[in-house]
């Protein structure tokens, strides 16, 4: 239902596509965090589909938490799978706060003993996928802004510190620009689709990935799903497509068996 399980997927490592050459692109998930970036159309939706497919295939123990503000659209489908959710900006800043003094928590539990936690039955990887990332900030009175600015600051934590104690973070978004999503630079990896202009693939991939030959503003219309994927932090750029996922398929994605 969910793609034929690679023994070399981990979290360290899971395979979301191929490119041109067959060579898998991998995404990490523990680690490290991704941000998916791309026009409405695009397939921002095959994206999350492929990547927690990818994570179904993994025998380590995770556990997939989901904040989707337009009423939970696209979380829905995956609630088989859902730990904890939001729908609501309120329940989002709730949630982000309960995983933050979770990886606290960890971080005091652990401390001394290791830096980067191994996930086990005791500390899960928390994933956190967040669609629609810039509407976290998304206040338009004074409470909802308190709300606001408080999720922002505990996720940022969140995402600063919870890269050692088993929890990442992936996170889409239309808007590539830093002012849209202030938290951009905490994503290391980068998924873009297709975007309107070189300037929004250079905000998006960075100007090295650019500079190695992603054109992410050239992907066609006709084809969502068609995605650039760089790393901040240096290699090369890989062209390739998720998979579409149609609807039944997502409700039937289930955890490996361990």
Same mark, same amino acid.
């Given at each position: 239902?969910?793609?034929?399980?690679?023994?070399?997927?981990?979290?360290?490592?899971?395979?979301?596509?191929?490119?041109?050459?067959?060579?898998?692109?991998?995404?990490?998930?523990?680690?490290?965090?991704?941000?998916?970036?791309?026009?409405?159309?695009?397939?921002?939706?095959?994206?999350?589909?492929?990547?927690?497919?990818?994570?179904?295939?993994?025998?380590?123990?995770?556990?997939?938490?989901?904040?989707?503000?337009?009423?939970?659209?696209?979380?829905?489908?995956?609630?088989?799978?859902?730990?904890?959710?939001?729908?609501?900006?309120?329940?989002?800043?709730e949630l982000v706060d309960s995983l933050l003094?979770?990886?606290?928590?960890?971080?005091?539990?652990?401390?001394?003993?290791?830096?980067?936690?191994?996930?086990?039955?005791?500390?899960?990887q928390q994933v956190l996928v967040i669609d629609?990332?810039?509407?976290?900030?998304?206040?338009?009175?004074?409470?909802?802004?308190?709300?606001?600015?408080?999720?922002?600051?505990?996720?940022?934590?969140?995402?600063?510190?919870?890269?050692?104690?088993?929890?990442?973070?992936?996170?889409?978004?239309?808007?590539?620009?830093?002012? &849209?999503?202030?938290?951009?630079?905490?994503? #290391? !990896? *980068?998924?873009?689709? =297709?975007?309107?202009?070189? +300037? $929004?693939? %250079?905000?998006?991939?960075?100007?090295?990935?650019?500079?190695?030959?992603?054109?992410?503003?050239?992907?066609?219309?006709?084809?969502?799903?068609?995605?650039? &994927?760089?790393?901040?932090?240096?290699?090369? #750029? !890989? *062209?390739?497509?998720? =998979?579409?996922?149609?609807? +039944? $398929?997502? %409700?039937?994605?289930?955890?490996?068996?361990?």
């Open positions: 239902m969910f793609g034929k399980r690679n023994p070399a997927d981990t979290l360290d490592g899971v395979t979301v596509g191929f490119d041109a050459s067959r060579r898998p692109v991998r995404l990490a998930v523990r680690g490290s965090h991704a941000l998916i970036i791309g026009l409405t159309g695009s397939g921002k939706g095959s994206a999350i589909a492929s990547i927690i497919a990818a994570l179904c295939r993994c025998r380590e123990p995770w556990e997939l938490n989901f904040i989707d503000l337009k009423r939970g659209t696209e979380a829905a489908f995956y609630e088989g799978l859902i730990t904890r959710k939001a729908y609501t900006l309120q329940d989002a800043a003094s979770m990886v606290n928590q960890r971080a005091d539990d652990l401390h001394g003993q290791t830096r980067n936690l191994v996930p086990s039955a005791e500390y899960p629609e990332a810039a509407e976290l900030a998304s206040g338009i009175d004074k409470k909802t802004r308190e709300t606001s600015q408080h999720l922002l600051q505990s996720l940022d934590e969140l995402l600063r510190i919870g890269r050692s104690w088993g929890f990442s973070c992936i996170a889409a978004t239309q808007d590539p620009r830093v002012e &849209a999503f202030k938290l951009r630079p905490r994503f #290391p !990896q *980068r998924l873009c689709l =297709r975007v309107n202009d070189e +300037d $929004e693939g %250079r905000m998006c991939l960075g100007k090295h990935a650019v500079e190695m030959g992603a054109r992410p503003w050239l992907l066609p219309s006709n084809l969502p799903g068609s995605c650039w &994927a760089a790393s901040t932090e240096g290699g090369l #750029p !890989q *062209r390739f497509r998720f =998979r579409f996922y149609t609807d +039944d $398929e997502i %409700r039937g994605f289930q955890h490996a068996p361990r």
